[in-house]
């Protein structure tokens, strides 16, 4: 499979130093402010953190010698991968103050920024902008995999997705130039398609994950073959990123090829032998579009969990992978914290089927809206992701799917590839063949 270098889904700027001029003047505000705070009277936590999760973190880091050692080696590391960076690198020596800095972001809402000339300037993924040069290092590798260190960061992500869901929140839904409503951010974002109210303070948004789970009005994304058993429909408004057949149960997934591990990817589910050489269609979601999942098919939910896993994992890249974790998105489908839900198709042709959620980075909560038993209907709510980057994969077993359409198929080039809107349709399934 080809590198992909862009920053897929526009969270973060494809412009290096947008990412760097933007570390560094967190880094400024965060030292104004311990200026003023000298005394620390109004800081929580010994280490002056205002979290007591990021306090908890940095226990964990002074405290245990093997992450303490990993986490100033993969700064280490970093500083020497942006050497070479002619845009400059972030003033961050210390774990000390990358802790500081997402301290900080906890207490903020992403600001919007229209499309450049040089790409967005779009921080969607602070979080990740803060440790995105350090992700891909080889100590990086091993530090965000690790059970203690994603706990921690569970932790820090549920905390700010409570203050994303605070009215305090929403006082970036206004129509300045940097406002989510503003002109440029109404016409991106096609505000007219989603249910809202112009006339009332945030378009009647209470919250940041409010607006960021908005709903389409009735009629805007059809059903595609909804009297079709064996149309297929896309579960998202997404990009298309992979199209994978002959898909095993296990593989060595964290090889550069980055195959898909059926075992892995559904958390060593019962149900992983029956894909077997099926096929696994995955998508990226953007950052300005629709983060709700559809049903594909209509049929009963067979069995729906959550899976525990990383945040920030890439794998292991040399030199600098400066679109992580966008070029590791096949690997993270076995790796980070995700939402699986098994659909048993009514039509049989179909059968079993798997759809997955996958967080990325600031993804602190895949929601899922269904539960074991259900009936749904092609096109139903399945869930949605409360804020950050995400991709999601369809696992449909060997033999059932016959075409997919055009608009489903991956572009040699990312820029050529097409948004498929939400339950239209993306493939067809095959016709049981007549017995002999």
Known sequence: MQERNARLGNWLPSDRKLITDWINELIADVKAKENTLCNGTDMQGAAGFQHEEVSEFKDLLDNDPRLHSLAAQMIEQGHDYCKEDPTG????????????????????????????????????????????????????????????????????????????????????????????????????????????????????????????????????????????????????????????????????????????????MLNQDESADMFVGGTVYQAFLSATKYHRWHSPVSGTIKRCFLVPGTYYAELSSYPYDDAGPNNSQCYITHVAARAVILIDSKNKDIGLMAFIAVGMAEVSSCVMTVKEGQDVEKGDELGFFQFGGSTHCLIFQKDVIDMFVQDAIPAENDDDSKTVKVCAKLAVAKKKREEL
């Not at 003033?91 to 040089?118: C, W």
């Open 89 to 264: 690198e972030p003033q961050i020596n210390s774990y000390d103050l990358m802790l500081k800095l997402i301290d900080e972001i906890m207490n903020r809402t992403p600001k919007y920024m229209p499309p450049g000339a040089k790409g967005r300037g779009l921080i969607g993924f602070p979080i990740n902008a803060i440790l995105d040069w350090c992700m891909g290092t080889p100590a990086g590798y091993a530090f965000f995999l690790d059970t203690k260190v994603n706990q921690c960061f569970e932790k820090i992500l549920k905390a700010w997705c409570r203050y994303l869901s605070s009215e305090d929140s929403a006082k970036v839904l206004n129509g300045d130039s940097d406002g989510w409503l503003c002109e440029a951010a109404l016409q991106e974002l096609q505000m007219d398609l989603f249910d809202c109210d112009p006339e009332k303070p945030h378009y009647g948004f209470g919250s940041w994950n409010e607006f960021f789970t908005r709903t389409f009005l009735p009629g805007k994304r059809p059903v595609e073959g909804a009297d079709d058993p064996y149309v297929i429909v896309s579960a998202c408004e997404s990009v298309p990123y992979r199209i994978c057949t002959n898909a095993q149960k296990d593989t060595k997934f964290w090889l550069k090829g980055q195959p898909y591990s059926l075992e892995y």
